[in-house]
């Protein structure tokens, strides 16, 4: 099945920025949707941005202007750059592969925000 690796996290200060990979097994963007996806201690798992084989994107309005997501075909990985982060963006970031009927989750890597 397809797995999916999340690695980048870490420590970064307030307004620091820090990249984010997610590497898949299997060439899998032109048929699934992308995203990234993080959970922050006491709170739902939210959705930050996701990204289509068209390019096409999106980006939840707390990280619009701040994030980026990509993707890179040839290396079946994913990327969500994270500038001017704040520390209400701590928490563990999740990769997700989905379609309609299912989806793949990677584990998570943390990421803190902290002076």
């Known amino acids: 099945q397809v797995q999916l690796v999340e690695s980048g996290g870490g420590l970064v200060q307030p307004g620091g920025s820090m990249r984010l990979s997610c590497a898949a097994s299997?060439?899998?963007?032109?048929?699934?949707?992308m995203g990234w996806y993080r959970q922050a201690p006491g709170k739902q798992r939210e959705l930050v941005a996701t990204?289509?084989?068209?390019?096409?994107?999106n980006y939840a309005d707390s990280v619009k202007g701040r994030f980026t997501i990509s993707g890179d075909n040839v290396k079946n990985t994913v990327y969500l750059q994270m500038n001017s982060l704040k520390p209400e963006d701590t928490a563990v970031y999740y990769c997700n592969a989905g379609l309609s009927t299912f989806s793949y989750w990677g584990q998570g890597t943390q990421v803190t925000v902290s002076a």
């Open positions: 299997a060439s899998i963007f032109s048929v699934y949707v």
């Open positions: 990204i289509r084989s068209s390019g096409a994107t």
